[in-house]
């Protein structure tokens, strides 16, 4: 059975961090590329980071880039987002998926609810 357990979320202050996990089950983990998403209040779920299976190729959305760091452990079977900075509009459900390309299926995580609040 397919699982993505996400954890460490949490009510953080601006400026303050968090480390998310994401533990993984009942796949091949390394040979899945890895994301996660986040979906704030009233918004669409949007991508936060993406991360190969390798961990060759990284990449970023613009309004995280230089404050989170994705990374994986492939002998864990566990993906991280460490965020740092945080800023209010950061403020989300944050969930992961793994997805094996070309043309694979979607694996979603139940998510970990992020609030950044003074």
């Known amino acids: 059975q397919v699982q993505l357990v996400e954890s460490g979320g949490g009510l953080v202050q601006p400026g303050g961090s968090l480390r998310l996990s994401c533990a993984a089950s009942g796949f091949a983990f390394d040979r899945y590329a890895m994301y996660w998403y986040r979906r704030a209040p009233g918004k669409e779920r949007e991508l936060v980071a993406y991360i190969s299976s390798t961990s060759e190729f990284i990449a970023y959305e613009d309004p995280v880039k230089g404050r989170f760091t994705i990374s994986r452990d492939n002998a864990e079977n566990t993906v991280y987002l460490q965020m740092n900075s945080l800023k209010p509009e950061d403020t989300a459900v944050y969930y992961c998926?793994?997805?094996?390309?070309?043309?694979?299926?979607?694996?979603w995580g139940q998510g970990t609810q992020v609030t950044v609040s003074s």
């Open positions: 998926k793994a997805n094996r390309p070309p043309g694979g299926p979607d694996y």
